[in-house]
């Protein structure tokens, strides 16, 4: 039988459009990397599923998007519908005659996209056959037992198959195909090898060689051009499916990535300097006035201190208004994603201000998903202790009410002695009691099943943060990600992000890097490290990116544990702002959204669609001699540094200084040594392009 687990629906995908005269399909497969198993929350997901309304805007019904049909999820993921496009009824009609299942149907998103789903199972008997050619005309190798690769060649072929009918079925419109991750790149091999009519990108959102080395003890960036990739790949296992990766790479009109930073790994990995970077984008949500967002940041970190309360009881002696909660979240990679340098500077930070009696508390919350049984107990008891104190609370002020109420109409003045009754008094008492405990609150709120193993409790072990009364840093380590029908926390992952003060991602390996976008779109002032493509593009484009709440670790020239003490010491900084400052800056924070937003990222997309076009087809445009020479200018435009410090700029002031130019790649990577000459990364072609279309 073919096995499907792990595979969800939208996992790799595609779309089409048409554009001026000539006009046609993207291909927008896509996976996910590394020990990751829920495809809905990683970076990947976030790009797909947030670009979708900036390119239906501009494509409409010819955007589509392919990937496999996961049958568990379709059915509430997907409307049905039938392909008004005459080529892609044809092509899919093709494609099912030979028992290959298909669903072609709308994606229910934020604008609603066209999908078309393959059954991979129903492919499966074309596997042997596909694997054979795969290695007769591209000389890819893949080992029987990998089901991944085998689900990837199978959709690889499927994306070809459907490409080929569609641009054999019409001949009046173009067809741009853009393949994203290694998991996708066999339809771009094929229509290289095939010689499709397809003008094809392939984006790589990281690679994957340099996510399993940064991953080990490498000294990774300084090692790039010294690494012997076939060797590297082949120790590790995965030399089949670097194979794919440098084949897609090669094989199309225009290769992207989506930072300066992968951009300089992939020249090196993979061996093509990038054309160019497509930066991830969101789509921001505008309140029409700020004090809105700052309104739920109060709602959310009520609940969150709602939470605190309960797991925190019998050791609960800090004070709210003095509380600042700090966290880092995303996939458990424990070195790649700076946990470790988190929880050491936390440690640091404790030191500090334990040292200078800090009246101020850090709850610091670590969530990555770790393989666990379920809630602890412990942590389901002191959420039920809270709840009934909270409710007995809420019974005695009731009753207190109806008392005062009672004397006061009888004409009587109402006695303080007079409002608890004894009853009210045994059952306080009772709640009260029912909160002591002898144990300290726990680091963890789940049943781990590695607990000896797991290396975020190993590490709170050795540097001994254990909740202790007299902490100032306290840490709760979720081992699993926010939802809102969590029965602990109860909070999504946005309204978590709404209610913190200060996101911490220390990343020594991050392509890009979401999380603290998220955190910058919903004015959340966040700690990022110049390793990450984020942090960089940051760099890139704000003079001093602290100003707007927005702290760049420097990994890259300082040693590990200099890093750690600058860490400890944004926090440490960030501990002693007063409450008007901490708004301030949120509002400035905030104030970046503009430069995130995929109304902006997507231009560098376009630009990139009308790049392949222009390879693939340099007849068909009347500048055909395109090489971008005189169409640079050389923008050095960056945000300025707010106006007012630490009040709030006015909104747009500061906008205006920033350029779309910036946007694209940059001309080096400052820092990163052993760095010859003509191995910068010059400006690509794409940053010569003007905004097309
Ligand atoms: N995320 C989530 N729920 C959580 C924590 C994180 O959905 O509880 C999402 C988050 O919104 C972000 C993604 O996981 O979009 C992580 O993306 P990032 O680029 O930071 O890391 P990647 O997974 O690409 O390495
Ligand atoms: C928002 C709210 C204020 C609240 C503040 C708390 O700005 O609008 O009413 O006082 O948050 O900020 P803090 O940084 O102390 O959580």
Known sequence: AYHLDGIHMLRLMSWTYSVLRLAGLIWHPYSNNLKHNNDQECGIYTVIKTKVPVTVQEYGDRYHLTGP??????????????????????????????????LYGRWLIDGAPRVVLFDIGSAAYKLDEWKGDLWRVAGIPSPPHDIETNDAII??????????????????????????????????????????DVATIFTTHATL?????????????????????????????????????????????????VSNITAYEAEFLLKRKPDGVLPNGLNVVKFSATHEFQNLHQVAKERINHFVRGHFYGHYNFDMEKTLYFFTAGRYEYRNKGIDMYIESLARLNSRLKACNSPVTVVAFIIAPAKVNSFTVETLKGQALIKQLEGSV??????????????????????????LTEQDRILLKRRVFALKRDSLPPIVTHNMVDDHEDPVLGQLRAVRLFNNDDDRVKVVFHPEFLNANNPVMGLDYEEFIRGTHLGVFPSWYEP??????????????????????????????????????????????????ESMDQL?????????????????????????????DWKRMGIEYMKARQCALRRCYPDAFDDA?????????????????????PGTPRMGDDLATYDLAALSISSELPGIKDQDEDNDLRPPILLKMKSPL
């Open 69 to 102: 049909w996961n049958r568990f999820s379709a059915h509430v993921e997907v409307e049905e519908i039938e392909p008004e496009s005459p080529a892609i009824e044809a092509a899919i009609r093709t494609i099912t005659e030979q028992g290959i299942q298909v």
């Open 155 to 196: 959709l690889g072929y499927l994306n070809a198959w459907l490409l080929d009918e569609v641009a054999k079925n019409d001949t009046e419109h173009a067809i741009i195909a853009q393949f994203h991750e290694w998991q996708a790149g066999i339809g771009a091999v094929l229509c290289n090898k095939r010689k499709l």
């Open 209 to 257: 060689l340099g996510r399993y080395l940064c991953a080990g003890n490498v000294d990774f960036y300084n090692n790039l051009r010294h690494f012997n990739v076939d060797e590297e790949a082949g120790k590790r296992g995965i030399y089949h499916r670097y194979c794919i990766e440098r084949a897609a790479t090669h094989c199309v009109d225009v290769f992207t990535t």
């Open 394 to 419: 809420e019974d005695v002020s009731a009753r207190i009410g109806k008392r005062i109420f009672e004397m006061a109409a009888r004409g009587h003045e109402p006695q303080a002695e007079d409002l």
């Open 512 to 561: 890009w890097g979401y999380t603290p976008a998220e955190c910058t779109v919903m004015g959340v002032p966040s700690v990022t490290t110049n390793l990450s493509g984020f942090g960089c593009f940051m760099e890139d484009n704000i003079v001093n990116p602290e100003d707007y709440g927005i702290y760049i670790v420097d990994r890259r020239l300082k040693s590990a544990d």
């Open 568 to 596: 400890a010491g944004f926090m440490f900084d960030f501990c002693q702002k007063t409450r008007r400052q901490r708004i301030n800056q949120r509002n400035r924070t905030e104030r970046l959204s503009d430069i995130l």
């Open 625 to 645: 001699d395109f090489s971008g020479e005189n169409e640079a200018e050389d923008h050095h435009g960056k945000l300025s540094r707010p106006q007012s410090i």
